[in-house]
Structure formats: C-alpha cells, structure tokens
C-alpha cells in the first residue's frame, strides 16, 4: 500500500483530503504540527508528500526546496495559490504537480495515480542536486548520462546521500567500505575520497567532498563553499 503525507493546515480540509486518499486505497499519514515539516516528512519515508504553500511558519515553498534537495519520493502541491508565478517557482523548486483548490476528487486522484506511477521502480534511486544514485549498481545519471561507480565509491557515495544534511562521520564512511568502524584507516579512507572526488569531477558533478572538523564529511555544491 503506497504512502500518502498529507500537509495542510486547515483542519477540515486535512481531514477530508485524508479521508478521500484512504477511500481510494492509500495509507495517509497527516502532519499536524508545523514545526519541522521536512524533517517530519523524511521521517515518514513516504512515497508521496501532498504539500499546501500556505502553511504557519515556514513556507511551502522552503518546504518543497528542502524535501526535494534531499529525498527521492514526489512532491504534489495542493494550493489555493493559482497565480502562474507561484506555479512556476514551485515546479522550478523540484514539484512534481500542481493543483490548485478547490480540485474535484477524480483531478486529484488521477494526478496522485500518475505521479505515483512515474516514480515507480526509484525506490532505489537516491537524489542529489543535479544527479542520482542507483544504490543498487552504483550507476550514476548525470546530464542525460549514466556512468557505473566502482563499488567503494559507490557506497561512499550513497553514504552521503543517505544522510539527511549529507555529512558521514569517519564511522559512518569505514562501515560502508569495510563493513566495520572498529580499526579506522585513515589512509585507506583517504585513498577512497580521493578517487571518488576525481569520478566526480570527470563526471562534471558540481559537489564537493569537505572535510568537517571533529566530525567527519560533509557533501556540499560548489556555490555553498563560496
């Protein structure tokens, strides 16, 4: 059974969403403290959010930036938003559709459906800015281009892109390559960054591996260095 989070604000309209997707055969998940969505909705690992723009605190414009930046399941706006300016910077941030309120039942259900089938067979894939990782080969597609990693930079890799603000500490990169962290190699590991950098590179990926004092490696776009 697929996984629907549902954010909205408004009680009633919460409820009636939510009723309407279970009738239809989805598990729902409803965020009901607004505080944190992102970290919320990672949490949840659904396989898709159903996101209002306008929420208290944060908006949902930051919310679909940061859930889009970081996880790999879809994101469907659902707003009484209907400019064409909103449409469009919601798409640009990552947004897989947009409906604008009010939306008959069958709209809705038909887009969820699509959205839902589309992403079919990525529960492998993981998503980082520009790129994504097949965790299961270690393919990386890039610039309507895919290229195998070697398999410890593949986890290396992965390792990153499964951490949520992509820092590993040196445990978390020793367990990965060996399996363990109880004798850590700095050399080795070493090495294994090293190599993954040059993939990068000559792949034309535009992050960085950086090395985060007392803590480990941080995984980062070039323009967040400068």
């Not at 949840?44 to 889009?68: H, M, W, Y």
């Not at 659902?78 to 409906?99: C, I, N, P, W």
């Not at 950098?197 to 007392?214: D, F, N, V």
């Amino acid at each position: 059974m697929k996984r629907i989070a549902v954010v909205e604000d408004e009680p009633l309209m919460r409820e009636e969403l939510a009723l309407m997707l279970r009738k239809a055969g989805y598990e729902v998940e409803e965020i009901t403290e607004f505080e944190q969505v992102p970290e919320q909705i990672e949490q949840l690992s659904p396989d898709l959010a159903v996101l209002d723009l306008n929420l208290p605190g944060t908006s949902g414009f930051q919310i679909c930036r940061e859930i889009k930046g970081k996880n790999s399941f879809p994101v469907l706006v659902l707003t009484s938003r209907d400019q064409l300016k909103d449409e469009l910077h919601a798409l640009e941030l990552g947004a897989d559709e947009y409906l604008t309120k009010p939306c008959r039942r069958e709209r809705l259900l038909a887009r969820v459906s699509n959205v839902l089938k589309r992403y079919e067979g990525r529960a492998n894939l993981l998503e980082g800015p520009g790129f994504l990782l097949d965790r299961r080969t270690y393919t990386v597609y890039i610039n309507n281009n895919s290229a195998i990693l070697p398999k410890n930079q593949g986890r290396l890799l992965e390792t990153f892109l499964s951490r949520s603000d992509r820092t590993a500490t040196k445990d978390d990169l020793c367990t990965a390559l060996w399996g363990t962290a109880e004798y850590i190699d700095e050399n080795a590991l070493q090495v294994n960054l090293t190599r993954l950098k040059k993939t990068m590179a000559g792949l034309g990926m535009e992050q960085k591996i950086t090395p985060i004092r007392g803590v480990g490696y941080r995984l980062e776009d070039e323009e967040h260095e400068k």
